[in-house]
């Protein structure tokens, strides 16, 4: 057996950025992990080694890749992964899990994806400096979470300014400032049942199509699929603190059909809102 280090973030009321679970691991020759599916982002470094990634795809195919030091490999919300070390050179990672409602953007500027999982710096300096961001929240489990949010703020900075299949950054204009409105707005109003992608463009002064579509190019999705993430997000804060009903909570949430509910949770984290409930509620404190 290798040896390994991890940890669980002890915080979980962000949403812009979420770190889950971090840590290393020297693993034993042909160590394996899977096949399995996540529900958030992974990132794994190569630190020193070799291993291997099978990595299922949106089309329903399997790549296989060999990794060595200085590559990464991102797993993707929902995609069917198996992973293993080399047999006589295994490697040695460390990995960050991680999500949150701006993480896809980040992934897409840095060029990764399901379909492109591999990262390759630019150079091996870029590649250290990566390495050492992550091993600098690996190593700081004891910090504050705003202290650790912050470096995981550095790491995808790095993670897209060093990757050599990023994307071009575009300079800021009035789109961006027409999707933080919205964001904002749905921020504040995500609780209504009644609102609709129509009434957010309408927030911003802009036409439905419109608005829908630069919203969809800017984050990734489309503003309605945004809403219920950023529900269903805020509903799983609310699970893990409170003693409300599940039902209270959908309500809360901007769903009052808890049925609808249940099926919009379990399509997104793969479990009912109970079963979810009982593996992530923090303990109640007894005086």
Avoid at 42 to 66: P, W
Avoid at 134 to 157: K, N
Avoid at 184 to 205: D, H, P
Wanted: with cysteine; charged share 20%.
């Amino acid at each position: 057996m290798g040896d390994y280090f991890f940890s669980i973030f002890p915080n979980k009321n962000f949403l812009d950025l979420q770190l889950y679970q971090y840590g290393w691991e020297q693993c034993a020759p042909l160590h394996s992990f899977g096949p399995s599916v996540r529900n958030h982002y992974l990132f794994h470094y190569v630190i020193s080694g070799q291993g291997f990634l099978n990595a299922g795809s949106e089309d329903g195919t399997t790549r296989h890749y060999t990794l060595g030091p200085g590559q990464g490999f991102l797993i993707c919300p929902g995609q069917v992964n198996l992973y293993s070390a080399h047999g006589t050179d295994p490697w040695k990672y460390v990995w960050l899990e991680f999500d949150g409602l701006r993480v896809r953007e980040y992934l897409d500027q840095a060029g990764l994806s399901s379909l492109q999982p591999i990262f390759q710096a630019e150079n091996s300096g870029l590649g250290d400096a990566l390495r050492d961001q992550m091993l600098y929240i690996t190593g700081h489990s004891e910090a504050s979470p705003l202290h650790l949010i912050g470096h995981l703020c550095l790491f995808l900075d790095q993670l897209v300014q060093s990757s050599a299949t990023r994307h071009a950054a575009q300079a800021s204009n009035l789109r961006d400032f027409y999707i933080q409105e919205a964001v904002v707005y749905m921020e504040q109003n995500y609780q209504r049942e009644n609102l609709t992608v129509e009434e957010i463009a309408g927030a911003c002064k802009l036409g439905r199509s419109y608005f829908s579509k630069i919203f969809r190019e800017s984050m990734g999705c489309p503003p309605q699929e945004f809403l219920i993430r950023l529900r269903l997000s805020r509903a799983t804060e609310l699970m893990k603190i409170s003693s409300a009903t599940i039902g209270g909570i959908s309500a809360s949430c901007g769903y009052p059909n808890q049925l609808h509910f249940s099926r919009a949770f379990k399509k997104r984290y793969g479990l009912s809102p109970r079963q979810w409930r009982d593996q992530n509620k923090y303990p109640q404190k007894t005086t």
